[in-house]
């Protein structure tokens, strides 16, 4: 039992380790990891189109005239060639499509607010978290590489502190395990409560 935990922790530490490293890689280059991340999916969607190409015209006949799989090929080619091409102008859209989304729902709460603050008790907190949601979209909008950036940055430094966290909790439970007396006891413990 006890070599099973041992084992089992020191792949824990590997494996918090190795996040830790993708961690800090994501906070020092925060800017061009997104960029790195939609090549990696426009590559996959060209394999998926490349695949599904070559399986359309494994298909009998009959079944090809039913099948689908040419027209998503060449979508998946067009979006894989786009990402893989001009990944700035992707993460772009995605921003942009982002700051839209928190503007909408920012200018949806605050007619929410505004039509019912005279049901509402504590209507003017509420006001102003909706006009921040809206600077915050229009913010996303404007600058949406730099907001990436950041957004990337808090990204790894998550990843970095959940690991550090996991990292030691592992190297505790590999040096700090209780004694065969300890657990006795608090076998011994347990057989009285019962």
Known sequence: MKNSVIKYSLRS?????????LGVVIIIKADTVLFWIIKIIGAVLLIDSAIRFISFFRLDPEERSFSVDIVRAVVEAVMGIVAV??????????????????????????????TSRRVLTHWLPNMLIAIVSVIIGVFIILNPLMTGKFVNIFIGVEILVTALISLGG?????????????????????????
């Open 170 to 194: 592992y190297i505790i439970l590999i040096f700090f395990r209780p004694s065969k007396n300890e657990i006795e006891l608090d076998e011994d413990y347990v057989e009285e409560i019962e």
């Open 85 to 114: 091409v001009n990944s700035s102008s992707v993460v772009t859209l995605l921003y942009v499509f982002a700051g839209v989304i928190v503007v909408i729902e920012g200018i949806l709460h605050l007619q929410f607010v505004l």
């Open 13 to 21: 530490i590997l494996v918090a380790l190795a996040l830790c490293f």
